[in-house]
């Protein structure tokens, strides 16, 4: 197995074609009020609440529509140059913080839930290991997708590459946003992006 350069992160209101997707684990759980269904995919997870609209999908394959971050694994790469003409970036994945751990931070909208997104970059050290997760798998030694409900509002994953000596850890906390009543508009703090 070839080892990925970047992952490729996007908020979407439709569900993407699963039928692409090598789906290892499903796990449907209440969070945030409403039923969620997280999935490992064999390219990373996707996470999806159909009465919210909201659909994740964290990918090493491109996605070629939508509102996408790219995230270099290997410490100091740019993001790439090949955007494809559907595509627009909310974030190009440089690191976010002045240390390089934190590489993406965004605050994106479905309707009237907000979600919050960071992704750092940390060494395989700091992966704790999959049993404390509600949801692994196992690709190859070492090479694991977890995600935690950590509580009812946030819930956190890590994508190991021993390849790379890097756990990639990614929080994603959800908040009902305030609405701005001269045009029923939900705000979130900056950077933000809406999805229609």
């Known amino acids: 197995m070839t080892a990925p350069e970047r992952l490729y992160l996007a908020y979407r209101t439709e569900q993407p074609p699963l039928a692409e997707y090598d789906v290892k684990r499903r796990v449907q759980r209440q969070f945030l009020g409403s039923t969620f269904v997280f999935f490992v ?54 690191p976010a913080d002045g240390d390089g751990r934190e590489i993406h931070s965004g605050c994106y909208r479905v309707g009237s839930v907000g979600v919050t997104t960071t992704i750092r970059r940390e060494p395989m050290s700091a992966f704790p290991g999959p049993g404390q997760f509600d949801i692994a798998y196992q690709f190859e030694p070492g090479a694991y997708t977890t995600i935690d409900c950590r509580s009812p509002t946030t819930y956190e994953t890590y994508h190991t590459y021993p390849e790379y000596d890097l756990a990639l850890y990614s929080e994603h906390e959800f908040t009902d946003l305030t609405v701005n009543t001269a045009d029923d508009t939900p705000e979130c703090g900056t950077p933000s992006t809406k999805i229609k």
């Open 41 to 94: 995919i064999g390219d990373s997870h996707y996470i999806c609440a159909p009465d919210l609209g909201f659909h994740e999908l964290f990918s090493c394959k491109p996605i070629r529509q939508g509102r996408v971050a790219t995230v270099a694994l290997a410490a100091g790469s740019g993001p790439p140059h090949d955007r494809h003409p559907t595509e627009s970036r909310c974030s190009i994945g440089a």
